[in-house]
């Protein structure tokens, strides 16, 4: 058999050896028969091209809470209707949205778990008090516990501003003291608001960068006449001797009662027994 000759005269192409790279996300990937330049260029040029493209993200827009309004007082109400407000479906969501802190003072754990900040505001609202408006932009609430009248609360909201101030007051009793039937009996009084606060400053310093803002006049003068105000059926007004200003993460802070707007107790005069006035016999 005659071998085969090969014909010299024949070209040949040589074969293209393709490799196949997995695929990165990385310009600088080795890849066979493209230059990495061209591959960066165009990465680039299509990261400018989508970044001119995309639609700016919108700016939050403040939580929409005029419905409080329209339970404040009228010519009907002069107190306003704190019952219909707490029973209104978005009441809840709202206490669950602005309501975020922790809290320890009120209630027991239930497998290792305080209640929240919202429960708590409404366990102190659930009994009516008041939902009275200042200035025609504040609107405070105000209830106590059912069966415990000294807890009460007083819920502070803040309709304007970029973002709704709100904040939240409690007074707990000193369970280590006096019966809650003693005008002596001494209470703590908790302030919850849903941004850092600080007491208004005593001196002229200026307010460093970064810090807190003050506690709003319109705030500590709703705490004082709440503050004020004497339980249901008693005629006793609470005696406030501690007051703790709590950090929206949960930080305590004691301050002074008065820097957010407690007056002590009037104090009692040897003649004022409580007894009633006895007239002369004849």
């Known amino acids: 058999m005659t071998p ?14 393709t490799v196949i790279l997995p695929v990165t996300r990385s310009v600088s990937s080795v ?17 400018i ?28 109400n002069k107190e306003g209707r704190e019952n219909d407000l707490t ?21 027991i754990p239930i497998n290792g778990k305080q209640p929240s900040l919202a429960e ?11 939902v009275l408006a200042d200035e025609n932009r504040y609107i405070s609430i105000s209830g106590h516990a059912v069966h ?19 904040a939240f007051a409690a007074l707990d009793w000193i369970k280590q003291g006096r019966p809650t039937t003693d005008p002596a009996a001494e209470y703590t009084l908790w302030l919850f608001p849903d941004e850092p606060l600080a007491p208004a400053a005593t001196g002229s310093a200026p307010q460093g960068k970064g810090a807190p803002d003050r506690i709003p006049p319109a705030l500590v003068k709703a705490i004082a006449r709440w503050a004020a105000e004497p339980l249901p059926g008693s005629g006793i007004v609470q005696n406030i001797t501690h007051a703790i200003l709590v950090d929206p993460d949960g930080t305590p802070h004691e301050v002074a009662p008065s820097a957010l707007g407690v007056a002590p107790p009037a104090p009692k005069t040897d003649t004022d027994t409580g007894a009633p006035v006895l007239k002369p016999r004849n």
């Open 148 to 166: 415990f009248a000294p807890a009460r609360g007083l819920l502070w909201v803040d309709l304007n501003g970029k973002q709704h101030l709100v």
């Open 31 to 47: 890849q066979i028969g493209v230059r990495p330049l061209a591959i960066f260029a165009l990465a680039t040029l299509s990261a």
């Open 87 to 107: 029973t209104d479906l978005r009441f809840k969501p709202f206490l669950d949205q602005f309501l975020t802190a922790p809290q320890t003072f009120w209630g």
């Open 120 to 130: 708590t505001a409404l366990v102190h609202l659930t009994v009516p008090g008041k």
């Open 4 to 17: 085969i000759k090969k014909n010299p005269d024949r070209h040949t192409r040589p074969r293209k050896l």
């Open 49 to 76: 091209s989508f970044a001119a493209g995309a639609p700016k993200p919108e700016k939050p827009q403040p939580e929409n809470v005029e419905w409080l309004w329209q339970y404040t007082p009228d010519a009907t």
